[in-house]
């Protein structure tokens, strides 16, 4: 059974919050205090944290540093009375959470996903959740950290955001470093597509992964591309 840990000032909220959960048989534990909440995250292990961002003293954006800054990879829901305005969106996606959601929010909705981040993140499995991951390629002393485990890269811990499919290739890139890979293999290993599809689609991709995760625009260090042929991730990096 997933364990949905609950932490949010509101006494009321999180009853109810813990309810819905129960209701759709998932095990749930939940604080109202943000620093009993951060205790029992590292400890209990949590398959998904639903987390407010308005707390006294310690609030969500806080513990999100702190708990992503530790290693842990637990998908986090972020919810929140400030409104849905983009700028609040992209603190909290940029701080670690894995989504936003405004209160009051629909049950359903919140349920659901619930749902899709145990099927993306595979947080239910028991080699997953036991802290920061060991299936970590850290490169240039953590300026880019791709973890298999939470299908996710990170520039010095903070998340890259990146897309399922953005890490997918990246991945794919860095498993088979130092070998050029043409767009037409991309989209066949990475796409799953057999036929012939449309190559661009591979480059767009590219260049949002590298606007995520290169630290110079200018100057590429992790997807290099050879004119012609394709791209690669360098063999040499350590």
């Known amino acids: 059974m997933s364990k949905i840990l609950i932490v949010d000032d509101d006494a009321s909220i999180v009853s109810s919050a813990a309810d819905i959960m129960r209701t ?15 205790r029992l995250a590292v400890s209990e292990h949590p398959d998904v944290i639903i987390l407010d961002w308005m707390m006294p003293s310690y609030n969500g954006l806080q513990f999100l540093q702190d708990y992503r800054a530790q290693g842990f990879t637990t998908p986090i829901i972020f919810l929140t009375g400030k409104g849905d305005l983009p700028e609040y969106q992209v603190e909290a996606l940029r701080d670690g959470a894995d989504t936003f959601m405004s209160k009051p929010y629909n049950p359903s909705v919140l349920v659901e996903t619930v749902r899709t981040l145990l099927r993306r993140s595979g947080y239910d499995s028991d080699s997953s959740k036991s802290g920061p991951s060991a299936n970590r390629r850290i490169y240039s002393e953590g300026e880019l950290i791709i973890d298999c485990d939470a299908m996710q890269a990170f520039k010095y811990e ?19 470093k130092g070998r050029v890979i043409p767009r037409s293999e991309l989209l066949k290993q990475v796409w799953k597509y057999d036929f012939l599809g449309d190559e ?28 012609g042929s394709g791209y690669f991730f360098p063999k040499d990096l350590t």
Request: proline letters at 2%; one cysteine or more; a positive charge.
């Open 24 to 38: 759709y048989s998932f095990d749930t534990i939940s604080a109202t205090d943000s620093k009993e909440g951060f």
């Open 158 to 176: 903070e998340s890259c955001n990146l897309t399922n499919r953005e890490f997918q290739l990246l991945q794919y890139l860095e498993e088979n």
């Open 200 to 227: 661009r689609t591979v480059d767009v991709t590219i260049k949002r992964t590298r606007q995520k995760i290169e630290p110079d625009q200018k100057n590429f260090k992790y997807i290099m591309t050879r004119r």
